[in-house]
């Protein structure tokens, strides 16, 4: 009887011990607030070894307030050739701290981590979702992992997203005293904490008491607002190639040295067609724009997960052998083709994304950047090209990967290089409608539009469409009630620079206009409307506009004859340092005539300007959504 009340006391103890370390009740009021999750503790430990032995240990708890919550509650492993996982284990607790649930290898389902566009991928992963039942509740979960390489060093990011609070978190990383390492740190005040054995140098970074964050609009990337480590050693081996880096310079040269030299391997034979196709050419750049629309017509782009860890491309050989690639395989295919013209071309390292994100420009590592384009460094006429798009204009880069820092891979070693930027100018849209009014309710006529930079790619879904699917795509870009198309008929414009795409429809707009006694309400902008934002008083961070661009909408309508005529020339302009807005509207030869112009410029702008933003943009979404009011004759 003594020792089962023992046993019962010393359960007792255990049970009271989890409940206080993982009821919800004991996390912080302020991390619970505007949080789907809060990270309660977590133990971020990487050990290496070796050069070719890293190993990553973690225990992290977070407790899942709502739905939101299960995101980062899910827990994907991955793991390939190079990373092998050693062991998992877990539990799951309820909100007052109880276990309810073990979570143990078998719990994991294991799925291919190809991205639903690769072909091949030799990379998997074991993923764990709690499916809850009942919010909110604690997931407790630790694994090991084995890197077989330290060129990519697990990193540190623990408020990753503004909806994660964080209770504490810690990351060590621990090397022989006589390994030397490079460290980026993003947003932590405190310095590592370096401690010295005979064995081992460890450097440990925490934080405490994270709040999860107001989201704002018009903001940069949250990952450019969180916590961040990054660790590279000075000397590295990945898949058996091993070296050493301080900066951009030098990991170019070693990724050019050990994983891209000797790939361009074509034969003569492409060789002599590479000849025969530029022969007519009287400029490098007429070959180059020759040679890319071969690579486009030749070749279509499949992702490839598999190779020296996903960073090494195929050979030339292999693309001119399949007709596909991807990214990394289609630029050194395109240098390839190049160099038989004596053209030289950089191979580009880019973090791609609608997002503008940039390396760090003083911090050389292999984890920025997920993308591969081509640069060709005319003499004051540097062009970019996209070589896994068979659609994308010569010297055209689009909103995935312009106006960034990227790194140009050359025989000499590496280069920053910063893509072009679209701006405002660059990016316009130009409409012009003719429309008549039927029955006082009904629209019919035509509309012209022409698409340039940026505005052009956000149009290339329609214009790449089959028949049966333009007219659904076309009813996402004119969001209007009642609209049908006819007469859809899509042709590019050609320009050096900024390349554009004309759209000529037909179209019908049915109970458009309103009738009420004998008034009739037009929408004063019938195509295109700007939203309005949420007012903060209080805002926190920069105002970032990712991207400018010009709208200009010039709108005829054919009124009935018995419809006055009478109305007051309207004009009415708006501005800040953000944008410009201009609406004017008239009646001529029987017609309603408008004209809206809206520019938004790109920028980062400080937080005290936000409210002239707020009242600009009110301004311009009450006129844009407006309506004439006309008198019906008897």
């Given at each position: 009887m003594k020792y089962i009340v023992l046993i019962?006391?010393?359960?007792?103890?255990?049970?009271?011990?989890?409940?206080?370390?993982?009821?919800?009740?004991?996390?912080?009021?302020?991390?619970?607030?505007?949080?789907?999750?809060?990270?309660?503790?977590?133990?971020?430990?990487?050990?290496m070894r070796a050069e070719n032995d890293v190993l990553l240990r973690v225990k992290k708890a977070i407790?899942?307030?709502?739905?939101?919550?299960?995101?980062?509650?899910?827990?994907?492993?991955?793991?390939?050739?190079?990373?092998?996982?050693?062991?998992?284990?877990?539990?799951?607790?309820?909100?007052?701290?109880?276990?309810?649930?073990?979570?143990?290898?078998?719990?994991?389902?294991?799925?291919?981590?190809?991205?639903?566009?690769?072909?091949?991928?030799?990379?998997?992963?074991?993923?764990?979702?709690?499916?809850?039942?009942?919010?909110?509740?604690?997931?407790?979960?630790?694994y090991e992992v084995q890197h077989k390489q330290n060129l990519a060093i697990p990193s540190w990011t623990p408020n990753y997203s503004p909806q994660l609070a964080v209770e504490h978190s810690e990351y060590v990383f621990a090397a022989a005293p006589a390994v030397e390492i490079r460290a980026h740190t993003q947003h932590i005040s405190n310095d590592a904490k370096v401690e010295k054995t005979e064995k081992l140098t460890s450097y440990k970074w925490e934080v405490s008491s994270l709040p999860a964050v107001k989201e704002e609009n018009y903001t940069r990337s949250f990952r450019e607002q969180a916590v961040q480590v990054n660790i590279v050693p000075k000397k590295i081996s990945y898949y058996g190639r091993?070296?050493?880096?301080d900066n951009w310079e030098e990991f170019g040269k070693w990724k050019y040295d050990n994983l891209l030299a000797g790939k361009q391997n074509l034969d003569e034979k492409a060789k002599s067609k590479v000849l025969d196709l530029i022969k007519d050419c009287k400029?490098?750049?007429?070959?180059?724009?020759?040679?890319?629309?071969?690579?486009?017509?030749?070749?279509?782009?499949?992702?490839?997960?598999?190779?020296?860890?996903?960073?090494?491309?195929?050979?030339?050989?292999?693309?001119?052998?399949?007709?596909?690639?991807?990214?990394?395989?289609?630029?050194?295919?395109?240098?390839?083709?190049?160099?038989?013209?004596?053209?030289?071309?950089?191979?580009?390292?880019?973090?791609?994304g609608n997002k503008k994100e940039s390396l760090k420009f003083d911090f050389a590592n292999v984890q920025d950047g997920n993308h591969i384009i081509l640069c060709i460094p005319f003499e004051n006429d540097t062009t970019w090209l996209e070589c896994t798009s068979q659609e994308m204009p010569f010297g055209f880069l689009g909103d995935f990967t312009d106006d960034r820092l990227v790194l140009a891979c050359t025989p000499n070693g590496g280069k920053v290089l910063r893509t072009p930027t679209y701006s405002e100018k660059d990016n316009r849209q130009l409409r012009t409608a003719k429309l008549k009014l039927l029955?006082?309710?009904?629209?019919?006529?035509?509309?012209e539009t022409q698409f340039f930079g940026t505005q052009y790619d956000n149009h290339m879904d329609v214009f790449r469409a089959n028949n049966t699917e333009k007219p659904k795509l076309l009813a996402r870009h004119y969001d209007i009630n009642n609209i049908s198309f006819n007469n859809i008929d899509y042709a590019k414009i050609d320009q050096e620079y900024a390349p554009g795409i004309q759209e000529n429809i037909a179209i019908s707009i049915g109970n458009i206009a309103s009738k009420t006694s004998n008034r009739l309400q037009i929408p004063s902008s019938l195509f295109n409307s700007y939203g309005n934002i949420q007012r903060n008083e209080n805002r926190q961070?920069?105002?970032?506009?990712?991207?400018?661009?010009?709208d200009e909408d010039n709108v005829e309508i054919d009124l009935p004859e018995n419809v006055s005529k009478l109305m007051l020339p309207m004009k009415k302009e708006f501005s800040c340092e953000m944008g410009n807005y201009s609406f004017t509207a008239r009646i001529e030869d029987n017609k309603l005539i408008t004209n809206r112009i809206l520019t938004i410029k790109q920028g980062t702008y400080e937080p005290q300007l936000y409210g002239d933003f707020q009242e600009f943009l009110k301004s311009v979404s009450q006129t844009d959504k407006g309506r004439f009011t006309l008198e019906i004759l008897q």
């Open positions: 019962y006391f010393a359960m007792l103890s255990l049970y009271s011990k989890a409940q206080l370390h993982y009821a919800v009740e004991s996390i912080p009021k302020e991390l619970k607030a505007r949080a789907a999750a809060t990270v309660r503790d977590e133990s971020v430990y990487v050990e407790t899942v307030h709502n739905k939101s919550g299960d995101y980062y509650a899910a827990v994907p492993l991955y793991y390939n050739k190079s990373a092998v996982i050693k062991s998992i284990k877990g539990t799951i607790y309820n909100e007052f701290g109880m276990p309810i649930h073990k979570i143990t290898a078998k719990n994991f389902v294991d799925i291919s981590a190809a991205d639903g566009f690769s072909m091949f991928s030799d990379s998997r992963l074991k993923l764990y979702q709690y499916n809850a039942i009942q919010y909110p509740y604690t997931i407790e979960i630790s091993s070296g050493s880096f400029t490098d750049k007429e070959k180059a724009k020759r040679l890319y629309k071969y690579l486009q017509e030749k070749t279509r782009y499949v992702s490839i997960q598999i190779g020296i860890g996903g960073l090494e491309p195929f050979p030339a050989s292999d693309v001119e052998k399949y007709g596909y690639g991807d990214c990394k395989a289609l630029v050194n295919y395109m240098q390839n083709l190049l160099t038989f013209a004596d053209i030289p071309s950089y191979y580009c390292v880019v973090e791609a029955d006082l309710t009904n629209l019919q006529g035509t509309i961070q920069q105002i970032y506009i990712n991207r400018g661009f010009t």
